[in-house]
């Protein structure tokens, strides 16, 4: 079993800039991205990022591209998200999911998923 724990949300002003972990317990051979999520009150879960551990493709969705930055630390399974220029319309739960297929952002791609870290935008 795979084990995403992640960190790095809080509260932050309209502007600022926040900078996500995700954690994971392991890798599988199978599952080669990892994915970030959000999901804001209300609204259903979109994909903000994703990135492929082989070679470091990046994959971002229009409304947080030139603001948001995902990398990766292979030696220590982590993956990051940097959050610049947030907006209101950012706050949300922020989850990180590994799986095998990551350009276009979907949850479909996903196999394992973190339980989340809340990010709250204030304007």
């Known amino acids: 079993q795979v084990r995403l724990v992640e960190s790095g949300g809080g509260s932050v002003q309209a502007g600022g800039s926040l900078r996500l972990s995700c954690a994971a317990s392991?890798?599988?051979?199978?599952?080669?991205?990892m994915g970030w999520f959000r999901q804001a009150p209300g609204k259903e879960r979109e994909g903000v990022a994703g990135?492929?551990?082989?070679?470091?493709?990046?994959y971002y969705a229009d409304s947080v591209k030139g603001r948001f930055t995902i990398s990766q630390d292979n030696a220590k399974n982590t993956v990051y998200l940097q959050m610049n220029s947030l907006k209101s319309e950012d706050t949300g739960m922020y989850y990180c999911?590994?799986?095998?297929?990551?350009?276009?952002?979907?949850?479909?791609?996903?196999?394992?998923w973190g339980k989340g870290t809340l990010v709250t935008v204030s304007s």
């Open positions: 392991r890798y599988t051979y199978s599952n080669n991205c």
């Open positions: 999911a590994l799986g095998d297929y990551c350009a276009t952002l979907s949850h479909l791609g996903m196999d394992y």
């Open positions: 990135i492929y551990f082989a070679g470091g493709s990046t």
